[in-house]
């Protein structure tokens, strides 16, 4: 089992250019998270997807969409990138307990 | 225990002594607590969790520490050890039966050999 994965690991953008972060799990887990990382912040959560075809906002969604594909996939759009959005994403997910299982991370720049 | 700004609090412990991280949550509703560690460039791995109807849980080489009454949380590591070097988050659950996640800003353990 590969876990969570996600993809790219780096990425470095111009303001106003789009992309999408890429997140998989293979644990057939229903819930599934993104989170943003900034220096002596913690996590903060972006967005949920409780199960597949339901996503709903979480504490800073602002800038942000998300489409949960299907029960394995869920990716991070930024439509318009701004140098705020510089941060660590992390994709997390979890099946019927409360445990949250982390992908390796995507380092974003917007210059 | 929690960080204010952008400087996260750093507890320095030499190689063998026991180490004990701190944190304070804020939901009272919360039933759920979880401690991730992150190393260097990785992402957030669990060490050990614990429910609202429980004091103490022990790991290997881990205990969690439950308050409820001053909604205090720590956990201590024995006999640490160089790979016990890490940034450690508390986190809680949002309310009870919540599966969000809310984690606190981290602790930085350094270990000096």
């Known amino acids: 089992n590969a876990g969570v994965t996600q993809t790219p690991k780096f990425q470095v953008l111009k303001t106003g250019q789009s992309m999408t972060l890429q997140c998989a799990q293979d644990?057939?887990?229903?819930?599934m998270y993104w989170y943003r990382q900034d220096p002596g912040m913690g996590l903060r959560l972006i967005y949920y997807?409780?199960?597949?075809?339901?996503?709903d906002k979480g504490e800073v969604p602002n800038g942000y969409n998300v489409s949960r594909l299907n029960k394995r996939e869920f990716s991070l759009r930024l439509e318009s990138a701004a140098p705020s959005q510089t941060s660590v994403y992390f994709c997390?997910?979890?099946?019927?307990?409360?445990?949250?299982?982390f992908g390796p991370g995507t380092r974003l720049t917007v210059t | 225990g929690e960080s204010v700004g952008l400087h996260l609090p750093t507890l320095s412990v030499q190689e063998g002594d026991n180490s004990i991280i701190n944190c304070a949550y804020s939901?009272?509703?919360?039933?759920?607590f979880i401690w991730y560690k992150q190393e260097s460039g990785k992402g957030p791995q669990f060490i050990i969790d614990?429910?609202?109807?429980?004091d103490k849980r022990q790991g290997q080489r881990v205990t969690v520490l439950l308050n409820k009454t001053v909604k205090h949380l720590s956990l201590q590591i024995a006999a640490t050890q160089p790979g016990d070097s890490a940034v450690y988050f508390c986190?809680?659950?949002?309310?009870?039966?919540?599966?969000?996640?809310?984690f606190g800003k981290g602790t930085k353990l350094s270990v000096i050999p």
């Open positions: 997807s409780a199960s597949e075809g339901t996503t």
């Open positions: 986190a809680e659950n949002r309310g009870a039966g919540s599966y969000q996640l809310t």
């Open positions: 614990i429910r609202s109807n429980m």
């Open positions: 644990m057939n887990h229903n819930s």
């Open positions: 997390a997910s979890s099946g019927s307990t409360y445990e949250q299982y």
């Open positions: 939901n009272s509703a919360s039933d759920y």
